[in-house]
């Protein structure tokens, strides 16, 4: 098949991250797949589509010019003929099946969050049968998808997005005397709750019980502004923004710890990131995240939105540096294994032998 991968946009970050591992199983199926940008935003995740080798045509509207995208798609479509339309989020998913529709071509959807507002819910419920099959990056997606957009069991399908790579670097246990580092990975955007993490964080500053310590923050977005408010607000010298890396693994082995404050997610990638570079995460207990830490085993979960918890989790992880690298490597070992690369490959290719048992049919 001739596959057409459309996504909102190349903005670097979580949801670009799994784009070369999902194409590079349909590829190694035998299928040729040519990606589709309605939006370039900051152009981040272009290198690694790239270096994958795969073709990348991106859309010169804008956010908001939605019928321009919708022109611009269906003229890209017709004249590349794809036998089947791969889409990915809300935009990109209502554009391509509209596109689909016009040229009767078949498509398959991600659905990536467990958050949807609700216009975006009743949305795609209502556009539910455009779709011949709709595919859940996590355990919490797929039952978003039965129960708020009424997808029926024969037309949905789990393939969770992160691949593990059993060859990424360990981070350096604490050693005595050291700083405490702790890492975070997310785009600067208030769905992150990163705030609530500035709010934790002038909680901790008159605990004279914790050891130094020092939260860097990769990534970028547009509420750096309000971040860096927070930070001068609250005196929080404790706290850095490092801006976005390409080189994840290289920040993460530089670590002890990982916080992730989100109020929202689906999978969650900078977490299982993280997890498998052998780092335990104090984490809102949100989307797929309470699936895969284990309380008190591999990370310790706190409720969303909550600063006091927060405060409290990370002060308890700080408290005991030495034993941080016991829980990094329980989630390590547990990312590799539910996550590991031939469960990967397998759950994509189940998928493409239902589109083609479909179609046959």
């Not at 057409?4 to 190349?10: G, K, P, T, V």
């Not at 299928?31 to 935003?41: K, P």
């Not at 321009?68 to 798609?73: E, F, G, Q, V």
């Not at 809102?284 to 830490?293: F, K, L, N, R």
Request: proline share 7%.
């Amino acid at each position: 098949m001739r596959i057409a991968y459309i996504i909102n946009s190349l903005e670097g970050g979580g949801a670009a991250f799994p784009v070369p591992d999902i194409t590079g199983v349909l590829r190694r199926a035998g299928h040729e797949v040519a990606v589709f940008a309605l939006l370039r935003r900051d152009g981040r995740a272009l290198p690694a589509l790239q270096a994958a080798g795969l073709p990348v045509e991106i859309c010169p509207g804008g956010r908001r010019d939605h019928l321009a995208a919708l022109r611009w798609l269906n003229q890209q479509i017709g004249h590349w003929r794809p036998d089947l339309l791969w889409t990915s989020l809300t935009r990109a998913t209502v554009l391509g099946q509209m596109v689909g529709l016009r040229h009767r071509i078949p498509v398959v959807s991600w659905q990536h969050s467990a958050g949807l507002s609700p216009a975006n819910t009743r949305l795609l419920r209502n556009l539910r049968r455009l779709s011949r099959i709709w595919v859940a990056d996590s355990t919490c997606v797929l039952d978003f998808m039965r129960h708020r957009l009424h997808i029926p069991a024969d037309r949905a399908a789990l393939w969770p997005i992160f691949r593990a790579d059993p060859a990424c670097p360990v981070a350096h246990p604490w050693q005595a005397g050291e700083i405490v580092r702790i890492g975070s990975l997310g785009r600067l955007h208030p769905v992150k709750g990163y705030d609530i993490l500035c709010q934790a964080l002038a909680l901790l500053k008159t605990d004279r019980s914790l050891p130094p310590f020092r939260v860097t923050i990769a990534g970028e977005g547009d509420a750096r502004p309000q971040i860096e408010g927070l930070i001068r607000d609250h005196g929080l010298t404790t706290l850095h923004l490092a801006g976005f890396t390409n080189a994840v693994p290289d920040f993460l082995s530089t670590q002890h710890g990982y916080v992730q404050p989100s109020r929202h997610e689906g999978l969650c990638i900078g977490v299982h990131q993280a997890m498998q570079a052998g780092l335990a995460p104090v984490a809102s207990s949100v989307g797929e995240i309470p699936y895969t830490v284990q309380d008190g085993l591999s990370g310790l979960l706190v409720p969303p939105a909550d600063p006091v918890a927060l405060a409290d989790a990370l002060a308890r992880m700080l408290r005991q540096p030495q034993a941080l690298a016991t829980m990094g490597q329980a989630a390590r070992t547990r990312v590799q294994t539910l996550f590991a690369p031939e469960r990967f490959d397998e759950a994509g290719q189940a998928i493409l032998d239902r589109i083609a048992a479909s179609q046959r049919g």
